[in-house]
């Protein structure tokens, strides 16, 4: 959920993503996605990855990650 700051804020956030959380330390509207470049908007960020410290914008494009890597998180 985000604060009242961040609600306004435009451009690219700048988060950090934990097990089942995230926390914004630079506000904006919207994150991009480590495997497609698409942005994802805030709220309707749902998969990321703690360990690799990435956001992705499906499971497919968090899939495709860990078909990459070889490994999980």
Same mark, same amino acid.
């Given at each position: ?30 994150? *991009?996605? &480590?495997? #497609? =470049? ?26 495709? *990650?860990? &078909?990459? #890597? =070889?490994?999980?998180?």
């Amino acid at each position: 959920m985000l604060g009242r700051f961040e609600r306004g804020a435009s451009g690219e956030a700048v988060v950090e993503y934990g097990d089942g959380t995230m926390r914004v330390i630079k506000p904006g509207s919207f994150v *991009r996605c &480590a495997v #497609t =470049g698409e942005a994802i908007p805030l709220d309707a960020l749902r998969y990321w990855s703690a360990t690799r410290q990435e956001a992705y914008a499906s499971p497919e494009a968090a899939m495709k *990650r860990l &078909a990459e #890597t =070889g490994r999980p998180d």
